[in-house]
């Protein structure tokens, strides 16, 4: 089982550059998330999804995007990247919303972004 | 979500017993206490969730007393493997928003 599946894993950008991080899950999941995880900070939430075609706000959403055309796939989005978005991105993945029973959250690899 | 306090470092030798202790004063009656692991350049996983009372796993155990103001994991005779990030937390099932602290370092040592 593939589980959740990030792309890319690593990435270099300048200021003002765009891109996307793709998150795949292979779970039939209902619902996804976006964290990113900084030195000393745990993992904040940026963005969650709890169904396809929905997107929400999470903790720290400014300065990115999301989108969930699909029930698999969660896209993360940077429009002008800034240094301060220097980050390690993990998308995670969820059969139901919350900590409670079966709610067990799957995260990828992660994928690793540097902003110069 | 449920404020929780774990502490920041703990460190042990291998086959030794880890227990990290987790405080959440305003859990709430319908929250849930769980447990991910994290290891380095990976994406946390679950290992433990329970209520009230013991629960144990393969993994390891958790403690939750009566008052449920606190937790307890606890690692049995730790390997260098279980070195990793430990996060707590507390919340029930329309916490949408779910944000881990800083989480517990745990190093094992030979």
């Known amino acids: 089982n593939a589980g959740v599946t990030q792309t890319p894993k690593f990435r270099v950008l300048k200021t003002g550059q765009s891109m996307t991080l793709l998150c795949a899950q292979d779970?039939?999941?209902?619902?996804m998330y976006w964290y990113r995880q900084d030195p000393g900070m745990g993992l904040r939430l940026i963005h969650y999804?709890?169904?396809?075609?929905?997107?929400a706000k999470g903790e720290v959403p400014d300065g990115y995007n999301v989108s969930r055309l699909k029930k698999q796939n969660f896209l993360l989005g940077l429009e002008s990247a800034a240094p301060s978005q220097t980050s390690v991105y993990f998308c995670?993945?969820?059969?139901?919303?919350?900590?409670?029973?079966?709610?067990?959250?799957?995260f990828g690899e992660g994928s690793r972004l540097t902003v110069l | 979500l449920a404020k929780t306090t774990q502490p920041i470092s703990m460190d042990s030798y291998e086959g030794q017993e880890v227990n990290i202790t987790c405080s959440h004063n305003?859990?709430?009656?319908?929250?849930?206490i769980t447990w991910y692991q994290q290891f380095p350049s990976q994406g946390p996983r679950f290992i433990i969730q329970g209520y009230k009372t013991k629960v144990t796993n393969e993994v390891a155990s958790l403690f939750i007393p009566a008052d449920r103001k606190s937790s307890t994991l606890s690692l049995p005779r730790v390997s260098l493997s279980d070195t990793a990030v430990y996060y707590c937390l507390v919340g029930r099932s329309n916490d949408y928003k779910l944000s881990f602290g800083a989480g517990t370092t745990v190093t094992v040592r030979a």
């Open positions: 305003n859990i709430a009656t319908n929250d849930y």
């Open positions: 999804s709890v169904g396809e075609g929905t997107t």
């Open positions: 779970m039939n999941h209902e619902y």
């Open positions: 995670a993945s969820s059969r139901r919303a919350g900590t409670g029973p079966t709610g067990e959250l799957f």
